[in-house]
């Protein structure tokens, strides 16, 4: 068990509708990261929050949006979904920003099927 | 962006036999990392090696990393079935923050 909870594990929805997806970090992470998992783009780093602050954004959609709250845990909205949002989705987190030793413990994912 | 590619795609062996994969990255890195993906699940952290590190070990596990020629190995010893999984290699880039890049992977099969 690394410590991240992601909630929900599954989601099957309709194109066009919107969803939540939620991350707990492991107790005393300050950064949560998100990534996407598809069969043709592999694994995709989507956006890192720190400390409440958005830190690094990757290949995040407009449609996509992530904040972090004040007690760290995170959320990724996913709007307007599409066929090929669907993926595994993961979030990760980690003690701080230090470059060197930058360890990132992943959730078990939530898996999204769009319809 | 994919950062690298993984070599091989895909490897089969039997129990106790070691497994060598490959992995080749694009740009300069602080560290780079390897996981380990059971069928579906999250990503469990194996090992990290720095920039400046040339090689590492952690128990059946030895990776080596040359930053001159942008790539790195992993070698897990007398492999078992458990080890059956697959397996990416992951760059923290210089100036890219603390994101990872992950390669393509590759499905390690582990026969009894």
């Known amino acids: 068990d690394s410590g991240v909870t992601q909630t929900p594990k599954h989601l099957i929805t309709a194109t066009g509708q919107r969803v939540t997806l939620r991350c707990s970090p492991r107790?005393?992470?300050?950064?949560v990261y998100w990534y996407q998992q598809s069969l043709d783009q592999g694994l995709q780093f989507l956006i890192q929050?720190?400390?409440?602050?958005?830190?690094a954004k990757g290949n995040i959609l407009e449609r996509f949006s992530a904040q972090q709250f004040p007690d760290l845990h995170s959320e990724l909205n996913l709007s307007s979904l599409e066929l090929g949002d669907s993926a595994l989705y993961f979030c990760?987190?980690?003690?701080?920003?230090?470059?060197?030793?930058?360890?990132?413990?992943f959730g078990a994912g939530t898996r999204l099927s769009v319809l | 962006s994919q950062q690298g590619e993984e070599d091989p795609q895909a490897l089969s062996i039997q129990e106790g036999e070691n497994a060598t994969m490959n992995c080749s990255y694009k740009?300069?890195?602080?560290?780079l990392q390897w996981y380990r993906q059971n069928s579906g699940r999250g990503l469990v952290h194996l090992i990290l090696?720095?920039?400046?590190?040339r090689e590492k070990h952690s128990g059946r596990l030895r990776v080596t990393l040359d930053t001159s020629k942008k790539s790195s190995s992993l070698l897990i010893t007398a492999s078992r079935a458990a080890d059956t999984a697959s397996y990416f290699c992951?760059?923290?880039?210089?100036?890219?923050?603390?994101?990872?890049?992950f390669g393509t992977g590759t499905q390690l099969k582990v026969e009894l």
């Open positions: 740009t300069s890195i602080n560290n």
């Open positions: 929050y720190y400390n409440g602050e958005e830190r």
């Open positions: 090696i720095r920039s400046n590190e």
């Open positions: 990760a987190s980690s003690v701080g920003t230090n470059l060197a030793k930058n360890i990132q413990y």
């Open positions: 107790s005393g992470d300050l950064s």
């Open positions: 992951a760059t923290e880039e210089t100036g890219g923050g603390n994101k990872l890049t």
